[in-house]
């Protein structure tokens, strides 16, 4: 167990290219971090300097509070789990699983002794014996993450782990993971381009995009207050609706424009964000959760509400996912899933099953606004101050 | 819709049952004769070494061109052997015998060379194509292609400074000089081997290296075993190659008891003054020395074609 502490770390790749941009972070002991952002962002180049497979840069990287920037992957009592299990298939699970501790030349009654039980704990005790190309997908991770633990090293690594599995064993094998940790309370960082696997694992998710980290916090954090446009437009599924608005501030309240339409803040935000009162009169760029978008009719509580034309609905049972068209267009942050709104209307709501809308109409909508989010137009910065 | 229903009716009857099979049954009509000739062609040399190995000298050239054995005699194959008697050499030979070997002697030498080449040969190039496919190191990919470019050089060129420098150095009819210059690696299995080596997922020796092993370590232990179907063909590719190598032991090793068997078959083709070649001796001595290698080509053969079509690990 350690902790893990990430200083400036940077790699740049021959030929000038920069995969990780001065990336600082510092990992608690028996913390379980997670490091999501798009394909390139850097997510994996940053987890590979932490093991040693990519040599740093620049920067100074620390495991337990001892400089390891230099130090060989093997002397820095790391274990990692790869995407594609990086099991070997001419040993059978016994011995892959026993590996690490050969090399280590544990002795040969405790070998036996710490593969028992770390097959144990996986529930591969009946698979010992065979060989990988024989066990299924779900099987062969868990062999790549006993070969991991049975080191009882001081931190764990894993790379995507789960992206080769299917959606059910997915679920599945993430709260196995999940528990796993909380068990052994090994420090642990996780690399993953799945928000929800993300927000689900973490106790802290960092978020990066373009080799830089954007924001580190708790998943609830990174839900409710997103540090800039980025983060805001890729956590969160169907993402936060993000449109280019103005507001004034009048003597009862904030008047945010909504395209032709606008939605009154109660004059307590300014309170609460005293930054926004030096936006009065200029563009920003505001934002929504579709969580916080009623079907009005649903709502009669909610008194501020827009009027928009119901471009598609998506009934999945459990709630309705409505695009609407309200006279704004989507504001591109870039990097954020943009197949969440093919359609450009630019403004999604969560509904109930309940809602009686339909597709073509054109109905009310209501809005939570206390829950509104607003970012400088040129920075991408959250209005927080 | 009845034009789509009529065109669909029409398509059905344009292959109907029977069409289909006549056109299958020819199809697989001639791909049979195709088969059928290329195995007859394939095996036919065998076959008229086997007729003329089993025929006594005299009667092959009273010009009897029969697909059988000709005055049968399994005498030949004991003459070789260095089992028959001189009146058993007389009746099939019809003179006195004027060139023999020791064809056991020969099959050691043989069996010793081609073993010491392939056991050279594979583990050299393997650790080259490793170096060549995963580790860094300056100029890499200008070297491999540099090392590569010796593919285009004809084996003759190299006879000469080879013989010179194995007679400098006293391995003239000595094991190391037969088996020098083919020992440590050859471009085409490094670069055969270098190709799959390359299709290893790089993630495999990433776990092995945080699990702590070095690079001889991965190599051996996790490399190794994971391309044994290749590392297999290979060696028996180079096994075959080094079996019928025929040239330079023929400059290198003048000393009978050190002749393989490529050379030593060389006594039979031996022409004496009055007397035609013992043809018959020759091809009963080639099947027998071909013997191993068609044994090994049949417990393996299968395993080699297999693994020249493999491409990589999932």
């Not at chain 1, 510092?26 to 962002?41: A, L, M, N, Q, T």
């Not at chain 1, 030349?105 to 710490?114: D, G, L």
């Not at chain 1, 109660?266 to 200029?282: N, V």
């Not at chain 1, 978008?293 to 119901?310: I, K, S, T």
């Amino acid at each position: 167990m350690a902790t893990v502490e990430l200083e400036e770390l940077t790699k740049i790749y021959p030929g000038g290219v920069k995969a990780v941009d001065a990336m600082s972070l510092s990992i608690d002991d028996g913390e379980f971090v997670v490091f999501v952002g798009p394909s390139g962002c850097g997510k994996s180049t940053a987890l590979r300097m932490v093991a040693g497979l990519e040599e740093i840069s620049e920067g100074v990287l620390r495991i337990g509070g001892n400089e390891m920037t230099k130090v060989h992957p093997r002397q820095r009592d790391i274990a990692m789990v790869f995407q594609n299990y990086a099991l070997y298939p001419h040993l059978t699970v016994r011995k892959n699983i026993a590996y690490p501790l050969k090399l280590a030349k544990v002795p040969k009654v405790e070998m036996q002794e710490r593969v028992q039980r770390t097959a144990e704990v996986l529930q591969l005790s009946e698979y010992l014996d065979r060989k990988p190309g024989a066990l299924s997908g779900g099987q062969r991770q868990r062999v790549a993450m006993g070969r991991a633990i049975v080191r009882e090293p001081s931190v764990f690594l894993m790379d995507e782990p789960l992206s080769n599995l299917d959606a059910k064993l997915r679920v599945y094998m993430r709260s196995e993971i999940s528990r796993i940790q909380r068990e052994l309370g090994v420090t642990t960082i996780y690399v993953t381009h799945d928000q929800v696997e993300a927000m689900t694992m973490g106790d802290r998710v960092a978020v990066l995009k373009g080799g830089v980290l954007q924001q580190a916090d708790k998943p609830s954090v990174l839900y409710s207050e997103p540090a800039n446009l980025f983060v805001a437009g890729f956590i969160g599924s169907p993402a936060m609706n993000l449109f280019e608005s103005s507001i004034q501030v009048e003597e009862q309240s904030i008047r945010v424009r909504v395209g032709q339409q606008s939605v009154d803040l109660p004059l307590e935000y300014l309170d609460q964000f005293p930054a926004l009162r030096s936006y009065d009169g200029e563009r920003l760029v505001c934002g929504i959760r579709p969580d916080d978008v009623y079907d009005a009719a649903l709502n009669p509580g909610l008194v501020q509400r827009l009027q928009g034309d119901v471009a598609l609905l998506e009934k999945l049972g459990s709630e309705i996912v409505a695009h609407l068209d309200v006279g704004v267009r989507r504001f591109e942050s870039a990097g954020a899933d943009e197949t969440e709104d093919e359609l450009g209307t630019g403004f999604i709501g969560r509904f109930r099953p309940q809602s009686e809308a339909r597709a073509g109409d054109r109905m009310e909508v209501a809005l939570d606004v206390s829950a509104m989010h607003f970012f400088d137009l040129a920075t991408g910065e959250a209005i927080r101050s | 819709m009845t034009n789509i229903a009529d065109r669909i009716e029409n398509l059905g009857s344009a292959l109907e049952p029977s069409a289909r099979l006549r056109r299958l049954g020819i199809g697989r009509g001639a791909a049979w004769l195709i088969l059928i000739a290329i195995l007859v062609v394939s095996l036919f040399p065998f076959w008229w070494a086997l007729r003329t190995g089993l025929s006594t000298n005299g009667n092959l050239f009273a010009g009897d061109q029969s697909l059988l054995p000709v005055g049968y005699t399994d005498n030949n194959f004991e003459r070789v052997l260095g089992t028959a008697s001189e009146a058993e050499i007389l009746e099939s030979l019809g003179r006195e015998n004027t060139g023999s070997f020791d064809f056991l002697q020969s099959l050691k030498v043989s069996v010793i060379v081609a073993t010491a080449i392939t056991v050279g040969q594979v583990l050299f190039s393997a650790m080259a194509a490793y170096a060549f496919a995963r580790l860094k190191f300056w100029g890499r990919d200008k070297l491999f292609f540099l090392f590569l470019s010796g593919l285009m050089i004809p084996p003759i060129f190299t006879l000469i400074p080879n013989l010179v420098l194995v007679k400098n150095l006293g391995w003239l009819n000595s094991y190391p000089g037969i088996i020098a210059p083919f020992f440590f690696m050859t471009p085409f299995a490094v670069f055969f081997l270098r190709q799959f080596f390359l299709g290893i997922s790089r993630e495999v020796e990433e776990a092995a290296l945080l699990d702590g092993a070095g690079n001889f370590r991965t190599f051996f232990g996790i490399i190794v075993p994971m391309s044994a179907a290749p590392i297999a063909t290979l060696s028996i590719l180079t096994y075959i190659t080094a079996w019928n190598e025929f040239l330079w032991p023929l400059v290198v090793a003048r000393a009978p008891e050190r002749q393989p068997l490529t050379v030593a078959l060389g006594q039979f083709t031996a022409q004496q003054p009055g007397t035609s070649p013992d043809w018959s001796g020759l091809m009963a001595g080639t099947l027998l020395a071909a013997l191993p290698i068609i044994v090994i080509f049949l417990i393996f053969g299968r395993k080699v074609v297999d693994s020249i079509g493999f491409s990589g690990i999932k």
